[in-house]
T-cell receptor, first 113, second 114 residues
């Protein structure tokens, strides 16, 4: 099992603040994905990063894949209440690709209006 | 027009019973999965099927038996339910067996074993 540790585990911030969530592992992944999960629903894919050092922007969200493809970060600018949810990183095995994803421990974000 | 649908949404049952969860996807995907999310929200793969063929079985007790009658369906049957089986079970699908995939999840089945 390839473990992905996320930090922080819980994060509660005021609307308009910036935040960063980290996803770290000692394993190398072929790609890394970020999902957001809302209560009572399944995770929804936000982004996939493939190349070491890659940076992707999705409106106010910026995702970075570490140079060694072992870690990733998610930065949210000017957080809004709609950003509230459980954020999960997921690494794809080098051997079996994205069809065997190892999920992180999760970061529960609450944005207070 | 739900992409990945699973039923039931909630399942409450007694220890020792046998139960099934159904999953269907209308996306035309080749690969389907079952994931288990525990009370700490940790999500772990249980099974993966590609075109009805079992690809991944992650050390799941043999009380859990997936069945894929066709590539649009992947059902999960659980025998002799135990308290530790209580969790949320997610079905998911992805277009094909690939290095960079995109998983589409169902909305989950919350199983409570009493």
């Amino acid at each position: 099992t390839q473990l992905l540790e996320q930090s922080p585990q819980f994060l509660s911030i005021q609307e308009g603040e910036n935040l960063t969530v980290y996803c770290n592992s000692s394993s190398v992944f072929s790609s890394l994905q970020w999902y957001r999960q809302e209560p009572g629903e399944g995770p929804v894919l936000l982004v996939t990063v493939v190349t070491g050092g890659e940076v992707k922007k999705l409106k106010r969200l910026t995702f970075q894949f570490g140079d060694a493809r072992k870690d990733s970060s998610l930065h949210i600018t000017a957080a809004q209440p709609g950003d509230t949810g459980l954020y999960l990183c997921a690494g794809a095995s080098l051997q079996t690709g994205a069809n065997n994803l190892f999920f992180g421990t999760g970061t529960r974000l609450t944005v207070i209006p | 027009d739900t992409a990945v649908s699973q039923t039931p949404k909630y399942l409450v049952t007694q220890m020792g019973n046998d139960k099934s969860i159904k999953c269907e996807q209308n996306l035309g995907h080749d690969t389907m999965y079952w994931y288990k999310q525990d009370s700490k929200k940790f999500l772990k793969i249980m099974f993966s099927y590609n075109n009805k063929e079992l690809i991944i079985n992650e050390t799941v007790p043999n009380r859990f038996s997936p069945k894929s009658p066709d590539k649009a369906h992947l059902n999960l049957h659980i025998n002799s339910l135990e308290l530790g089986d209580s969790a949320v079970y997610f079905c998911a699908s992805s277009p094909r067996w690939t290095r960079v995939g995109k998983l589409f999840f169902g909305s989950g089945t919350q199983l409570s074993v009493l």
